[in-house]
């Protein structure tokens, strides 16, 4: 069983960019595909990225093409995500979630076994 933990985030301007990482711990991070969610207050939990476990393929939301881009270093068991040009509507609490045993990416909330506590995101306008 992995344990994820979220970090990074916070307040920032729109137009700014900002780095989430999720550290994981417990578990071969390389035999899990993984992803970062993002659920706005009123709004259903919605997929954001995901990345196959070597990280050979990844998925896009296409909200977030272009401006977003994941990673992840399986030698550190970490996912990252880089958030640029950020705007208003990107606000939201970000997830990143752990799916165990999947050869490529994941998209849906239901594919994911284990879920981190979430750090929240506010973009300014």
């Known amino acids: 069983q992995v344990q994820l933990v979220e970090s990074g985030g916070g307040l920032v301007q729109a137009g700014g960019s900002t780095r989430l990482s999720c550290a994981a711990s417990?578990?071969?991070?390389?035999?899990?595909?993984v992803g970062w969610f993002r659920q706005a207050p009123g709004k259903e939990r919605e997929v954001v990225v995901a990345i196959s476990r070597i990280g050979g393929s990844t998925y896009y939301a296409d909200s977030v093409k272009g401006r977003f881009t994941v990673s992840r270093d399986n030698a550190k068991n970490t996912m990252y995500l880089q958030m640029n040009s950020l705007k208003p509507e990107d606000t939201a609490v970000y997830y990143c979630a752990a799916a165990y045993g999947r050869l490529g990416y994941r998209v849906r909330v239901d594919d994911y076994d284990y879920w981190g506590q979430g750090t929240q995101v506010t973009v300014s306008s």
């Open positions: 417990g578990g071969t991070f390389n035999n899990y595909a």
